[in-house]
């Protein structure tokens, strides 16, 4: 393994952008079949967001104790080792083109935050995209005092910085996420008052088949619980954080029970000290790079889009495979066995069908239909309730970047007759900040539908990260064939 190669020279193979589970199974696994590999990632280590490494300044004793399953990450991390693939960290790739002979160029920019501007490029005959997913926020009264943090931002704060976001920290929102983060907050240390699920778990028992088939998932769930009684953490189901009280940051939250379309019961609201508030309503598949270049979307069971993939893990695309959580959020074990799958599929692809284990490769197979058939019910059983608008006031900011209100977005569907995110957004400014609606592009897609059940569109960005004019200067210089430049700009 090259670590923080700089200079990328010539083309590749295959090209993996993202080192989490799905992008260093995918990598590895066509490594060892033979193929030469670059792995593109942002961050120092290898792991995603998932297996989140504390900085070496921090001197972490034993950083395993905070994930689960860390002997497959082990794995995967000796063999990326032991290997020759290129791993470029501190590479944020901003975009992706097919070029006139059927390869592959992606163009990234460097540094620990992309803020080094060095324009790289990288070729290849072959593209897996294992970019993950980031946080789904619904927006409620409060939610912008200091002291709200995403779940899984108050997971990563734990893991990376081994820092707790306070001493009282509330839980809440939607999905099987909010056990692991309060089980893991706990643990380290902070009083958790209560976990708040919007949702309940009843649904899961519709597909009793597919709960048999997938015993691993209980037996998490057994553990996260066990972990919460021991500590004392109070699970409150069929109930949200309807509003966040202080002036400065966070003093306490009210909790109010929901009805089965999440809206909240007049009366039933309950006031809980704390001064922090874990917050998330599930992930959102992120497949900007795969949209620019114009793939197949699917609509998951929570609404959300995820890329349509075949068989064998390729986009509608020829050549641009996906794994992990691009095609939906499913967790680290379905994310690994579809990076080895999509890698075997690549080696198969580009060695003419030759050394990529059939018996494998089928058995991967039926293990990915069977996870992915669990990640289904989840993400069903989780989905946002059409009635979650009603906790908003017309005071509440939906849009952060742009600081627009919930009485902005109401006044240009009911006012001035949008019917659509994009027509909102056109009118108020709503998702045109710095996150280019990644934040907001939900709630104001649900506002948009007056039914509370709208989703974004799946719209084509050029640009999957913000990049500098200097950067889009300097593109002569990183388009040379077959060469990949590291000077600056």
């Known amino acids: 393994m090259t670590d923080s190669v700089p200079e990328p020279t010539g083309s590749y193979d295959l090209a993996v952008i993202g080192a989490g589970s799905a992008g260093l199974a995918g990598a590895v696994t066509a490594c060892e079949l033979g193929l030469s590999v670059a792995l593109l990632d942002s961050s120092p280590q290898p792991g995603g967001q998932f297996y989140r490494h504390p900085a070496p300044a921090l001197g972490a004793v034993r950083p395993e104790a905070l994930h689960h399953d860390w002997s497959a990450f082990s794995d995967l991390r000796r063999r990326l080792s032991a290997s020759d693939i290129a791993h470029l960290t501190g590479h944020h790739v901003w975009s992706v083109a097919r070029e006139a002979d059927g390869s592959w160029s992606v163009h990234a920019v460097t ?83 209560a976990v708040v699920e919007a949702s309940g778990y009843a649904r899961y028992a519709r597909r009793p088949r597919v709960l048999l088939t997938n015993p691993r998932k209980a037996a998490e769930a057994l553990v996260h619980s066990a972990a919460l009684l021991r500590h004392r953490v109070r699970v409150r189901l069929r109930s949200a954080v309807t509003e966040v009280h202080g002036t400065d940051r966070v003093e306490a939250v009210t909790v109010t029970r929901l009805d089965r379309d999440w809206r909240p019961a007049r009366g039933a609201g309950r006031r809980i000290d704390c001064d922090a508030l874990a917050v998330g309503h599930g992930l959102v598949p992120q497949i900007e790079l795969a949209t620019s270049l114009g793939c197949a979307t699917r609509v998951l069971p929570d609404r959300t889009l995820g890329l349509a993939l075949d068989d064998l893990q390729e986009t509608s695309v020829r050549g641009l495979w996906a794994a992990g959580e691009a095609g939906g959020v499913g967790g680290a074990e379905l994310a690994r066995t579809e990076g080895e799958l999509a890698g075997r599929a690549v080696a198969a692809r580009l060695r003419g069908g030759r050394g990529a284990g059939a018996g494998r490769t089928a058995g991967l197979r039926r293990r990915r239909d069977r996870m992915r058939a669990f990640a289904d019910v989840m993400a069903a059983a989780h989905a946002p309730g059409p009635g979650w608008t009603a906790w908003l006031d017309d005071t509440t900011d939906v849009c952060r970047c742009e600081e627009v209100t919930a009485g902005r977005v109401r006044e240009a569907v009911a006012d001035l007759g949008a019917r659509d995110a994009r027509t909102v957004k056109l009118l108020t400014r709503a998702g045109m900040g710095w996150c280019q609606g990644r934040m907001c592009g939900t709630a104001v897609a649900c506002l948009a539908a007056r039914d509370g059940r709208g989703e974004p569109p799946a719209e084509r960005r050029p640009f999957a990260v913000p990049v500098s004019l200097a950067t889009l200067a300097a593109l002569d210089e990183t388009t040379a064939p077959g060469t990949a430049q590291n000077n600056a700009p």
């Open 111 to 193: 540094g620990a935050d992309g803020t080094a501007e060095r324009p790289v490029r990288v070729r290849a005959r072959a593209l897996l995209l294992a970019t993950g997913a980031y946080e789904r926020q619904l927006p409620f009264p409060g939610w912008t005092l200091p002291g709200v943090v995403g779940a899984g931002g108050a997971q990563a704060m734990l893991k990376s910085g081994l820092v707790l976001p306070g001493r009282r920290v509330v839980v809440a929102g939607s999905g099987p996420l909010l056990l692991a983060v309060a089980s893991s907050l706990a643990a380290a240390g902070a009083r958790v008052p």
